[in-house]
């Protein structure tokens, strides 16, 4: 399901940002070029991330923008976004982030395949090796095909 949803647009690699909500506003502009998400989803994701703090930093240097499907989830996608220097997010154990999945759901239960092909993957050796060498969005795309050829 995941290189279905991950559209090779939505793929950036060694992009720069000065800070966290920079590398956030990066991460999601391609979904929102796209129209899978408004503006007012990335604004919201950034105002949440200003009162609660980095809850999306789910991992060692992993990132999951995401914010309530009202707030402008015009339909479900997921990017990623490598960012060429980790930025600081303020979380104690997961800092520096490098990677960023940027996540779009329109309802509360479309994304819970996504989030659990993700979850898996980011177990896989393979695929975090991938995700910091990848040269290319159709590296990417065909790891993630043959991935869910063998699943």
Do not use: W
Request: charged residues 25%.
């Amino acid at each position: 399901m995941l290189s279905q949803l991950m559209k090779k647009n939505y793929i950036q690699l060694d992009k720069e940002a000065s800070n966290f909500k920079d590398a956030i506003k990066i991460s999601v502009e391609p979904l929102l070029l796209d129209g899978a998400i408004t503006k007012a989803y990335e604004n919201e994701i950034l105002k949440i991330y200003e009162s609660t703090g980095p809850y999306i930093v789910i991992t060692k240097h992993i990132c999951l923008p995401h914010a309530p499907s009202e707030n402008g989830a015009k339909k479900l996608a997921i990017g990623f976004t490598r960012l060429k220097s980790p930025v600081i997010s303020g979380h104690v154990s997961n800092d520096p982030v490098k990677y960023i999945f940027p996540l779009s759901a329109p309802d509360n239960d479309s994304h819970i395949t996504v989030l659990a092909e993700l979850a898996a993957l980011l177990s896989n050796e393979r695929f975090l090796n991938l995700i910091e060498e990848a040269q290319s969005a159709e590296e990417m795309l065909s790891f993630l095909e043959k991935y869910e050829k063998e699943m």
